[in-house]
Nanobody, 126 residues
Framework: VQLQASGGGLVQAGGSLRLSCAAS????????MGWFRQRPGKEREFVAS????????YYADSVKGRFTISRDNAKNTVYLQMNSLKPEDTAVYYC????????????????????WGQGTQVTVSS
């Protein structure tokens, strides 16, 4: 499975961005998807996850209420809508995927994921 993340950029605090992650080489609807980020000088951390049908989502506390993860299985794409961005959201954002054991499973640990995208830079200015 190959993942291609896009949509990063420079935005002012309070602004919005939508990240996309296009998957190829697998049966997308069988995979749970996740977004992670690595802030400057920090370890990579979990942001959001979505089950393979899109019915179940889960968020890190730091982004809950501001970010929304969604997926379009017909387009083999997962999205991360980021609103009310803060300077502390500045990071390289990565999408990741793994084949899910059930339609309601989501995953929050990096070691659960088998495939990773290349990352897209998000910079939020104050």
């Amino acid at each position: 499975v190959q993942l291609q993340a896009s949509g990063g950029g420079l935005v002012q605090a309070g602004g919005s961005l939508r990240l996309s992650c296009a998957a190829s080489g697998g049966t997308f609807s069988r995979y749970a998807m996740g977004w992670f980020r690595q802030r400057p000088g920090k370890e990579r951390e979990f942001v959001a996850s979505i089950a393979r049908t899109g019915a179940i989502t889960y968020y890190a506390d730091s982004v809950k209420g501001r970010f929304t993860i969604s997926r379009d299985n017909a387009k083999n794409t997962v999205y991360l809508q980021m609103n009310s961005l803060k300077p502390e959201d500045t990071a390289v954002y990565y999408c990741a995927t793994k084949e899910a054991s059930s339609s309601i499973r989501f995953y929050i640990e990096q070691y659960d994921y088998h495939y990773w995208g290349q990352g897209t830079q998000v910079t939020v200015s104050s």
